[in-house]
């Protein structure tokens, strides 16, 4: 699975981005979806988690909880995050990564199968 991200790019503070992950090599229906973040200096976190299309769980943490909204779109193999009201704290780089399996996140990184390439967001105050 090749995942492409993009979507990202500034943003002031609580304004709003979406940010699509589209899949190639094989369809995303049969795996579950998450987002991860990055900010410069910390470790990659858990944003939000989607499951497999049989399901469609989302699960999120608790940081975004109520603001940013993961969703799938199996017929165009994309997954999207909402993300709304946004703000400083959530600078950084968001990556889309795949696993096969039925549990719902949160997920460790180290637990994903594939990733895309990270896209940029900032948030300014």
């Known amino acids: 699975v090749q995942l492409q991200v993009s979507g990202g790019g500034p943003v002031q503070t609580g304004g709003s981005l979406r940010l699509s992950c589209a899949a190639s090599?094989?369809?995303?229906?049969?795996?579950?979806m998450g987002w991860f973040r990055q900010a410069p200096g910390k470790e990659r976190d858990f944003v939000a988690a989607?499951?497999?299309?049989?399901?469609?769980?989302?699960f999120y943490a608790d940081s975004v909880k109520g603001r940013f909204t993961i969703s799938r779109d199996d017929a165009k193999n994309t997954v999207y995050l909402q993300m709304n009201s946004l703000k400083p704290e959530d600078t950084a780089v968001y990556y889309c990564?795949?696993?096969?399996?039925?549990?719902?996140?949160?997920?460790?990184?180290?637990?994903?199968?594939?990733w895309g390439k990270g896209t940029q967001v900032t948030v300014s105050s």
């Open positions: 990564a795949a696993v096969d399996t039925i549990m719902i996140g949160p997920w460790p990184p180290t637990s994903m199968d594939y």
């Open positions: 090599g094989r369809t995303v229906s049969d795996y579950a």
């Open positions: 989607i499951a497999w299309s049989g399901s469609k769980n989302t």
